[in-house]
């Protein structure tokens, strides 16, 4: 297919995404620690957080250490695009962590691959996958919503466009907004929707609470601490009947759409028969 990318590179420079420790530091791989001593250049989130998991490792980084975050992501981008035309190896690591999933990474990815270099990763901790995997919520289908916005009017719409998603849904929230997330939740999404609050996933004091979110958001009112990872079940399958759908059939229908794709996508969101849907708006009573 023309202009699709195919995952190759022509350039010599090599950009590393590294995923830290979440948490234990034991989790480090060795990987992880051969990728940071043999570096070029060691792009970080946090130095002096880099130094420390460098110490704790037992290792020294041969290269330049330069600081990369959410500031100065823009600006720097240019700069360690150009170490990559020079030939460097770059590995990007941020606090903790996949970098570019919710941390800086998405625009160096996208710039280096843009300039023809090859992207690789050293796979390791996730918060995103860890909650999911001690929630005991469904885990065969879920999407990553990342940080819901800070004011309530603007979460609730947020949480409004996703109150039908039946994915599992993850979402990273502050300690300090936790309980007014749940509330939100809780007002937009039902609340006995069952839900997982993970804290301090792999550290010392890990907590996982579970239950439905009008019982989480009272517990959350008396106040958390540390890194929050929040997972959603889905909503359960609306129980409708074709009947209840073909005023939208018809109106888009009446639109120019085709009738055999327009059930399809109705069958997708309800759950519904695509031949029923059909079968019933071909059967309606005409007039």
Not at 29 to 45: F, G, H, K, T, Y
Not at 82 to 89: E, S, T
Not at 143 to 172: H, I, K, N, Q
């Amino acid at each position: 297919m023309a202009g699709a990318s195919r995952g190759s590179a022509t350039g010599t420079g090599v950009v590393v995404l590294a995923a830290t420790p979440i948490g234990q530091v034991g989790d480090a791989s060795p990987r992880l620690a051969a990728e940071l001593e043999s570096a070029d250049v060691v792009a970080a989130e946090d130095t002096r957080r880099l130094t420390r998991l460098l110490r704790e490792l037992g290792i020294r980084a041969a290269g330049e250490i330069v600081s990369y975050h959410e500031h100065n992501e823009h600006s720097r981008t240019a700069d360690l695009v150009a170490r990559l035309d020079a030939g460097a190896r770059i590995v990007l690591v941020t606090d903790a962590g996949m970098p570019s999933v919710s941390d800086p990474g998405y625009r160096l990815v996208r710039a280096a691959v843009d300039a023809g270099h090859h992207v690789t990763a050293v796979p390791g901790p996730s918060a995103v996958l860890t909650a999911l995997a001690v929630s005991a919520l469904p885990v065969d289908r879920f999407c990553f919503e990342g940080f819901l916005p800070r004011r309530s009017a603007e979460r609730r719409r947020v949480l409004t466009d996703l109150a039908d998603e039946r994915r599992t849904m993850v979402f990273f929230e502050a300690p300090h907004r936790l309980a007014e997330s749940l509330t939100d939740l809780a007002a937009v999404f039902g609340p006995d929707r069952p839900a997982a609050v993970c804290r301090e996933l792999t550290k010392t004091y890990e907590e996982v609470v579970r239950g439905g979110l009008a019982e989480l958001a009272e517990w959350a009112v008396e106040g958390s601490r540390g890194e929050i990872t929040l997972v959603v079940q889905g909503a359960q399958p609306r129980h409708t009947q074709p009947a209840d759908h073909l005023h939208e059939i018809g109106v888009r229908v009446a639109a120019g759409e085709r009738l055999k794709t327009v059930c399809a996508e109705v069958a997708q969101a309800t759950g519904l028969s695509k031949k029923a849907l059909y079968d019933a708006y071909l059967a309606r009573p005409q007039g």
